[in-house]
């Protein structure tokens, strides 16, 4: 099965090589289309590292709170059987507020 997926792969990529049509290259079509007028500034500025820090943290606490859809959804149900998913959400919270804390703490949400 392995040796015939890589035929297939080779054999797609080598079947676009012969097929394929090459392109004229025309400088006015190469350039990158801004508006109508060249560009001032090169195409790949760097942003701060504070720009991915905050993103990378928004992800992380945006992902976690989607775990808690769920928990909504059955708590009435497995409330009969004990209090654990109670415990168990809290317990939860209290990690994602102590990360929240220690972020805030840290100085990640200052946009100096």
Known sequence: ??????????????????????????????????????????????????FYLIAMMFIIFDIEVVFMYPWAVVYKEMLAEGPAILISMLSFIGILTVGYIYAWKRGAFDWK
């Open 1 to 50: 099965m392995i040796v015939v997926a890589i035929l297939f792969a080779f054999g797609t990529l080598l079947f676009q090589l012969i097929t394929a049509q090459k392109a004229k290259s025309n400088p006015a079509q190469d350039s990158p289309y801004e508006c109508g007028i060249e560009s001032s500034v090169p195409g790949h500025t760097r942003f701060s590292v504070k």
